[in-house]
Nanobody
């Protein structure tokens, strides 16, 4: 079992920045990959970014590549999402998720079904 808690959301203007944090804990410790997803009102949940257990491999959705950076600090058991050059279309609830060992690969890292544990979400609103 893994508990996931996100924080750091808020209201920013177009072009601004936010840094989201995700704390994950449980019996598996740091033995899981992590992902960020987002969901806007009336929209389906979509992939944002993902990172391997060691942090050596990352993936990004094309819509955020070059603007967002995912990272992790395993000593603190935390994952981060640095969001720069935010746009109104980035407005959504952002969720952090943990994937157990064995099913996280390049072809599955962007799929919500790959992740076993989810946080409650943190709201990000980008205004003009």
């Amino acid at each position: 079992q893994v508990q996931v808690v996100e924080s750091g959301g808020g209201l920013v203007q177009d072009g601004g920045s936010l840094r989201l944090s995700c704390a994950a804990s449980g019996r598996t410790g740091s033995s899981y990959a992590m992902g960020w997803f987002r969901q806007a009102p009336g929209k389906e949940r979509e992939f944002v970014a993902a990172i391997s257990r060691t942090g050596g491999t990352t993936y990004y959705a094309g819509s955020v590549k070059g603007r967002f950076t995912i990272s992790r600090d395993n000593a603190k058991n935390m994952v981060f999402l640095q969001m720069d050059s935010l746009k109104p279309e980035d407005t959504a609830i952002y969720y952090c998720a943990a994937a157990l060992l064995g099913n996280w690969y390049a072809s599955t890292a962007s799929k919500a079904r790959t992740y076993n544990y989810w946080g409650q979400g943190t709201q990000v609103t980008v205004s003009s």
